[in-house]
């Protein structure tokens, strides 16, 4: 049992496989937190994805990597999500169960996962807030 998902990045056969938070508003608040840290494309950005991700979770269970011939990407949860690694966006979204919604995007639960991905994240990837100062 798990909200399992796989995350293809474009033009490879590389892969992300989670065990949870595989709903697309977890796959979106971790693109946005790549976005945030303005992570460079290609195997650079994916190993930095994983490692966001990672950082999310904590421990040593829920994440793996391989090539997308040997993940389940037809898992039952919330199938595969293809994305742009340059732009950090889903691309397509395949394998996906009849009874999961594709146009529900509960917000709330977005904002929840990002910012607790950006409270695990920021000091790893020194990032701080540019405040604009009022003349």
Request: hydrophobic fraction near 35%; charged fraction near 25%; charge should be negative.
């Amino acid at each position: 049992m798990g909200n399992r998902t796989v995350i293809k990045f474009d033009g490879t056969t590389q892969g992300i496989y989670l065990h949870w938070n595989g709903g697309v508003e977890s796959v979106q608040a971790f693109l946005d937190c790549a976005k945030r840290y303005d992570l460079r494309g290609g195997s650079y950005g994916s190993a930095r994805l994983c490692q966001i991700i990672g950082n999310y979770f904590g421990g040593s269970l829920s994440l793996g990597v391989d090539d997308i011939h040997h993940l389940d990407c037809d898992n039952g949860d919330n199938g595969m999500f293809t994305i742009d690694s340059a732009k950090w966006e889903i691309r397509k979204r395949e394998y996906v169960p009849s009874y999961v919604s594709q146009e529900k995007f509960d917000k709330l639960y977005y904002m929840g996962v990002f910012e607790e991905c950006c409270k695990k994240n920021d000091a790893v990837f020194e990032y701080e807030e540019k405040v604009v100062q009022a003349a």
